[in-house]
């Protein structure tokens, strides 16, 4: 079971840390991502991070802007948003990955288990 939290309503330009919290080891996954879907439009791979190596992969639109780690000890993958934009506004879903071994991709259909989402508005 994944939970997202950290969502809300920020200025342009301003920054929102969001926490996935996984139930059981992050280590019996083999990467987890971040996806985000605004209305009306298709659900998007964010950045995902292979969970034993934190082998990290971002979309061209977050690159520089974002990043994501984890916390083993705590059981959670963060995502740390920096100068956002208008265009990030869309509910956020963490997923998991849990076919260790292999390629990570920014693609859903790779991921079997999400979270329910957070909200994130930007204006």
């Known amino acids: 079971q994944l939970v997202e939290s950290g969502g809300g309503s920020v200025q342009v330009g301003g920054s929102l840390r969001l926490s996935c919290e996984v139930s059981g080891s992050i280590d019996g996954t083999n990467c987890i991502g971040w996806f985000r879907q605004a209305p009306g439009k298709e659900r998007e791979g964010v950045a995902n991070?292979?969970?034993?190596?934190?082998?990290?992969e971002y979309a061209d639109s977050v690159k520089g802007r974002f990043s994501i780690s984890q916390d083993k000890a705590k059981n959670a993958i963060y995502l740390q948003m920096n100068s956002l934009k208008p265009e990030d506004t869309a509910t956020y879903y963490c997923?998991?990955?849990?076919?260790?071994?292999?390629?990570?991709?920014?693609?859903?259909?790779?991921?079997?288990?999400w979270g329910q989402g957070t909200q994130v508005t930007v204006s």
């Open positions: 997923a998991a990955d849990t076919s260790v071994g292999r390629l990570c991709l920014l693609e859903g259909y790779q991921y079997g288990v």
């Open positions: 991070i292979y969970t034993n190596g934190d082998i990290t």
